[in-house]
């Protein structure tokens, strides 16, 4: 069993500031590449931000030069800041990884319970 558990979400005023943290923990090899996802009242569940095992980074268009995504990878935690926060980023924030349950495995995804970022004033 793996499992992915979120902290961090949470209200806070626009221009505000939230860091999310996702934790793996479980049985397995490796944790190859991991994403936040968000999904809004409504809408469709989209990709935020995704990185590599090697620190590779890439964005959604309406996130860049405001969150950083970023990794520890001895520790299998996960981590999202978010800065100059809008009302438009309130959403449940959903962790998602591709993990080697054994070596020569192929990937299995996993997903965590989600965590509500609410941005209002």
């Known amino acids: 069993q793996v499992q992915l558990v979120e902290s961090g979400g949470g209200l806070v005023q626009p221009g505000g500031s939230l860091r999310l943290s996702c934790a793996a923990s479980g049985n397995f090899f490796s944790i190859n590449a991991m994403a936040w996802y968000r999904q809004a009242p409504g809408k469709e569940r989209e990709l935020v931000a995704g990185?590599?095992?090697?620190?590779?980074?890439d964005y959604i268009n309406s996130v860049k030069g405001r969150f950083t995504i970023s990794r520890d990878n001895a520790e299998n935690t996960l981590y999202l800041q978010m800065n100059s926060l809008k009302p438009e980023d309130t959403a449940v924030y959903y962790c998602?990884?591709?993990?080697?349950?054994?070596?020569?495995?192929?990937?299995?995804?996993?997903w965590g319970q989600g965590t509500q970022v609410t941005v209002s004033s």
């Open positions: 998602n990884a591709e993990v080697f349950r054994f070596p020569g495995s192929s990937r299995d995804d996993y």
């Open positions: 990185i590599s095992r090697g620190g590779r980074t």
